[in-house]
């Protein structure tokens, strides 16, 4: 049964929720095989045709084991099946054993072959049921081989359960690993998954319970839930009142568009209205006042010469956004240090996080959101320390600045100090571009406004930002521009348009 609600758990909580499962519901290890393997076989069964040669390839374990109950079922259809082993004995314990056994009644064979005797060409589909979440070490010789055979095919691969090489909690590649077109996961997604390079090792990823029931999930607590839907959110973009008017639907400040930078609190502006902000303002350096007005003239401009003109500003704003191209020069500073007096919600972002990093400051009214570069700022890492262990510095920079963080990139992750961090597994690679984070701000900016609470915003805001990207790449993602996003927001925060 597909999840509506995955949470994303660790190998160790893996292993207790299927032996609580096994214990509570009194099923063997090897009907939960059966289960998981069905659930890949119905999976693959309704994208291949009944003419679909079928290569499964297993290891030793109760990975193994799934894939050799695959390979029974893709027979039993009428289908083409090889099955190799790169367990050199084809000996195996406890479920797995008994999968093998069953294949074998049903006339299915075991080879053992390496890479170089195998002609894939033949094949439509390989099913990787090497290792699974079992993976511990290094991957070395002919699996190391096998996998990069396969990866250099060009044929559709599935992969069971975690793909063979993926460190299923930290996202890490052990040397060599499967980079499957689709993963199905068996009980819970793992954190690796959306962690360092699982996303590209993982393909289009499905998640099966196993008929597990949601008691034995609510005792063993997730440490990642994943964002699907905005469905836990979407019920504030309620329809409005027919007497609804502009202040009621929240004042934007954006702060920011130094001399020569004045991109950024466009874009950032526009997000915001494009999301439903009654009024946004832009409070920015003299020199960018021009290109601003000119660029849009819904989006009011007021020239700052100096903190005596922005406090009064202040004053209206339900919230504020600082660090669009704010820059980080004396102008840039003292317009922080009075935004950070103003006691407004915040949404920092930029160069205001640049700033931060040089000074830190904690506060619980503030919406963060570096990307992995700007977070390497704030915690005194290399960028590639960041990604390699994204939830862990996204909880540091929670711990160290406070508020709710949003740690961009593929998948991005949220958190806050009293809430299990959120994945976003929306979004795609066009997203990579300047001014998408500009968007973002904004659009949670926007939903603050609007007076959603500053988590629900964030969680709704990163959601709304990923799944506009998605429908803007219908066009295709090389080329995608920031401002692509814009009418897909307008058509995401009408839900009753859909």
């Known amino acids: 049964m597909q999840q509506t609600h995955p949470p994303i758990y660790f190998r160790e909580q893996l292993m207790a929720l299927e032996q609580a499962a096994m214990q509570d519901m009194g099923v063997s290890a090897y009907e939960l095989m059966q289960r998981a393997a069905n659930a890949a076989f119905y999976l693959m069964a309704q994208r291949q045709n009944d003419k679909t040669n079928c290569l499964v390839l297993v290891g030793g374990g109760n990975n193994g084991g799934d894939g050799l109950v695959f390979a029974r079922r893709w027979l039993e259809a009428g289908r083409s099946v090889t099955v190799i ?71 559709t691969i599935l992969s069971l359960d975690t793909p063979t090489g993926l460190h299923p909690d930290t996202g890490e590649i052990l040397s060599f690993a499967v980079q499957a077109e689709f993963t199905i996961s068996f009980i819970a997604n793992k954190t690796g998954f959306f962690l360092n390079d699982g996303p590209n090792c993982v393909g289009r990823l499905s998640c099966d319970d196993l008929g597990i029931p949601s008691e034995i999930y609510e005792n063993i607590a997730a440490p990642v839930m994943r964002q699907e839907n905005g469905e836990d959110q979407i019920h504030y973009l309620n329809s409005r009142k027919r007497t609804f008017h502009k202040g009621d639907a929240g004042y934007v400040l954006v702060v920011g568009g130094n001399s020569g930078f004045s ?125 390699q262990a994204r939830l862990h510095n996204a909880r540091a920079i929670q711990d160290k600045f406070g508020g709710v963080v949003v740690l961009k990139g593929a998948n991005s992750l949220i958190t806050t100090v009293d809430d299990v961090p959120t994945v976003c597994a929306e979004g795609n690679p066009g997203m990579a571009t300047a001014g998408m984070g500009d968007v973002l701000t904004g659009v949670i900016a926007s939903l603050i406004a609007q007076g959603i609470p500053q988590l629900e915003a964030t969680k709704l805001g990163v959601w709304l930002h990923a799944s506009a990207g998605d429908m803007a790449a219908i066009n295709g993602e090389r080329g995608m521009i920031a401002s692509d996003l814009l009418p897909e927001l307008r058509h995401l925060v009408n839900p009753s348009s859909f």
């Open 85 to 155: 082993s790169l367990n050199k004995e084809n000996i195996w314990e406890g479920a797995a054993e008994q999968a093998y056994k069953d294949l074998v009644k049903s006339g299915g064979e075991v080879l053992n072959f390496l890479p170089c005797d195998v002609d894939l060409s033949y094949y439509d589909l390989i099913v990787d049921a090497i290792l699974g979440t079992g993976v511990t070490r290094e991957i070395k010789g002919t699996m190391a081989a096998w996998i990069e055979y396969i990866n250099q095919s060009g044929i």
């Open 263 to 387: 991109g950024a609190t466009v874009l950032a502006g526009l997000a915001a209205l494009r999301t439903g902000a009654g009024l946004v303002s832009i409070a920015a350096h003299p020199d960018s006042v021009t290109a601003i007005r000119s660029a849009q003239a819904e989006l009011m401009v007021h020239p700052i010469h100096s903190t005596a003109e922005i406090e009064p500003l202040f004053e209206r704003a339900a919230v504020i956004i600082i660090g669009p191209g704010l820059g980080q020069d004396s102008w840039a500073q003292s317009l922080l240090e009075a935004v950070l007096k103003s006691d407004k919600p915040l949404v920092v972002d930029a160069d205001a996080l640049n700033l931060l990093a040089k000074d830190p400051q904690k506060s619980d009214n503030w919406v963060l959101t570096p990307h992995p570069g700007e977070a390497a700022r704030m915690l005194h890492k290399s960028t590639k320390n960041i990604q």
